[in-house]
């Protein structure tokens, strides 16, 4: 069993920021993709940006230039960096994992509120 704990969300204004944090509890080298997923009320839960046990880094389309994910290995631990927030980046955030053999796991969520 792994566990996600998200941690990092809150009220922000627009074109503000916050860093989301996923501390993981097995080393994060035994996990093949980590990444962040979000869903806003009444919505389908989406890809935000993912990372590969090699570092390699994807990013949906609605969030290019304005979040940065990143890991830190000796942490077990994955961030996201959520720059020039928008009302419409208002959702709840979801760090996933995909353990090599076990499957994917979720954390229970942070909630990231857009708003003057």
């Known amino acids: 069993q792994v566990q996600l704990v998200e941690s990092g969300g809150g009220l922000v204004q627009p074109g503000g920021s916050l860093r989301l944090s996923c501390a993981a509890s097995i080393s994060i080298f035994s996990i093949s993709v980590m990444g962040w997923y979000r869903q806003a009320p009444g919505k389908q839960r989406e890809l935000v940006a993912a990372?590969?046990?090699?570092?390699?880094?994807n990013y949906a389309d609605f969030v290019k230039g304005r979040f940065i994910i990143s890991r830190d290995n000796a942490k077990n631990t994955v961030y996201l960096q959520v720059d020039s927030l928008k009302p419409e980046d208002t959702a709840d955030y979801y760090c996933h994992a995909r353990v090599k053999g076990w499957g994917d796991y979720w954390g229970q969520g942070t909630q990231v509120t857009v708003s003057s």
């Open positions: 990372i590969t046990s090699e570092g390699s880094t």
